[in-house]
């Protein structure tokens, strides 16, 4: 047998709990939150919520029910959950165009699995937070933690788009639109969960990226113009102000198109179809 301590209402528990042989872990999800005014909220969806099933059809991995609600946008849809130990079938229709930071269904979701051994539903991201003061020492040491493992993100990005193991469309380049959908998604959860440190993460992200972006060396940007200042410290006299200027202009031109590209996909393509 094996002990388990959980806690329950602020109470640590303790259970004695004898594993079956063999073991198995079936994929469910797990609703974490539900948006005001949404489909989810007039069909009677509820936060802890578990959905085992859409259409019939049991989930095999986790990205299956946003996968397959974006298939059936303004299609009537039958989701099976699990609430209470009673299984009933719920029937929604995803919204094709959803409001500013809420998807088609307007639930916030995270992976669950059962484990067929103990008979336990485990719920990932289940964990908890709370704000602690650090000194200014550990507040520097923290940030720049942050700010390596984002950089080891950045660059692991395309040997994970090779891989296959992340999708073109999770790693495109989003303009203000886009970060103002995911802003007001994580603006949401800091507000339902009770945790500003969700939203204050992602605005450290976004500031981040800014400053990672303007220091790439490119044209038009200030990391273009170090690469002009390092050229002339190497040729021991400076460059041409119209050859310098010609350059930082066609840089703008592709900056602006590329932004252009951007504001584009995120209108014909907005990135709320990416949350369930």
């Given amino acids: 047998s094996v002990i388990l ?3 329950r209402n602020g109470e640590t528990i303790t259970a004695n709990v004898m594993p079956e042989a063999g073991t198995s872990l079936q994929t469910y999800v797990f609703i974490s939150s539900v948006a005001a005014d949404s489909p989810a909220e007039a069909v009677g969806l509820q936060a802890d919520d578990v959905i085992t099933a859409f259409n019939g059809e049991s989930l095999s991995t986790f990205e299956d029910l946003p996968e397959k609600t974006k298939a059936n946008l ?49 719920v990932e991201g289940g964990m908890q937070q709370s704000l602690v003061s650090l000194t200014l020492g550990e507040s520097l040491r923290y940030s720049l ?18 891989a296959g193991s992340l999708k073109p469309d999770e790693a495109r380049v989003m303009s203000p639109i886009a ?32 400053g990672i972006t303007n220091l790439l060396p490119l044209p038009a940007l200030d990391g273009g113009r170090i690469v002009f200042v390092v ?31 951007a504001f584009l996909n995120d209108i014909l393509n907005p990135v709320t179809h990416l949350l369930p």
């Fill in 179 to 210: 970060i103002s959908q995911f802003g007001g998604m994580f603006l949401q959860q800091s507000i339902e969960q009770g945790q500003p440190v969700v939203i204050l993460n992602y605005i450290a992200v976004i500031s981040i990226a800014l």
């Fill in 74 to 122: 303004g299609k009537e849809i039958a989701l099976t959950v699990l609430r209470d130990g009673s299984e009933m079938e719920v029937r929604v229709v995803p919204r094709v165009n959803p409001p500013q930071g809420q998807g088609s269904i307007g639930i916030g979701i995270v992976p669950a699995y059962q484990d067929s051994a103990v008979g336990a539903l485990l």
């Fill in 145 to 162: 933690d942050r700010i390596v493992y984002f950089l080891d993100t950045l660059v692991r990005l395309p040997s994970e788009l090779i």
């Fill in 231 to 261: 050229l002339e410290i190497i040729r021991g006299r400076p460059i041409a102000p119209e050859r310098e200027s010609m350059v930082h202009l066609i840089g703008m031109a592709l900056l602006l198109s590329l932004m252009a590209l």
């Fill in 5 to 7: 301590s959980v806690q």
